[in-house]
């Protein structure tokens, strides 16, 4: 019962490398999102997507790029890593945003030097 | 502009100390209130949501209550396995579809 899965766990870029946080679930879930957290600020929305094919943005989306071709899967892209994006980042998924809980995945701890 | 707030920022206390966490809102239409708990190095695990006000639910030593505006996890004689960051969350609808996480408690229990 694996439900919400993140690759990799931890990663270090240098400025201007770009990459892919691969977030993955099991549970058909319609709804998926990333989440950044830093200290003092919280948890904040990057993009979402209520279903394959649809992606929108949240509060803090420069920089980041998703795309949403299958339920399970909810890639997101990394185009010019900066050092402002050190961060811890979330994946999420929920039947129903706003009405269910959202499950999270163990997270990935990226380092931009 | 939908908000959540936590209170305290941290709390210590001894083992069998109860307390009570809060959790205050204003969110539009509120849809749910969600709690959370996160340990170190991991992501936020879903423990509680409550949808209407005088709802209570209950799980080992916690329990959370909702008011109109706020929202309680009550802590009775906690173990240090308790230790962890406590976050609330409600669903906005203002803009994007999103959570909005208050800034959460960070729970020490004390052997």
């Known amino acids: 019962n694996a439900g919400v899965t993140q690759t990799p766990k931890f990663q270090v870029l240098k400025t201007g490398q770009s990459m892919t946080l691969q977030c993955a679930q099991d549970m058909n879930h319609e709804y998926m999102s990333w989440y950044r957290q830093d200290p003092g600020m919280g948890l904040r929305l990057i993009h979402y997507s209520v279903g394959a094919g649809i992606t929108d943005q949240g509060e803090v989306p420069n920089g980041y790029n998703v795309s949403r071709s299958t339920t399970e899967d909810f890639p997101l892209r990394l185009l010019s890593a900066a050092p402002s994006q050190t961060s811890v980042y979330f994946c999420a998924s929920s039947s129903y945003q706003g009405y269910t809980e959202a499950f999270f995945g163990q997270g990935t701890r990226l380092t931009v030097v | ?111």
């Open chain 2, 1 to 111: 502009e939908d908000q959540v707030t936590q209170s305290p920022e941290a709390l210590r206390l001894q083992e069998g100390e109860s307390s009570s966490l809060n959790c205050s809102y204003t969110v539009s239409g509120l849809r749910g209130l969600f709690w959370y708990r996160q340990d170190p190095g991991k992501g936020p695990e879903f423990l509680f949501t409550l949808y209407s006000a005088g709802e209570e639910k209950e799980k080992e030593r916690l329990k959370a209550t909702l008011t109109k505006k706020e929202s309680f996890l009550h802590i009775t004689a906690p173990k240090p396995e308790d230790s962890a960051t406590y976050l609330c969350a409600a669903p906005s609808f203002q803009g994007a579809q999103k959570l909005v996480f208050g800034q959460g408690t960070r729970l020490t229990i004390n052997p």
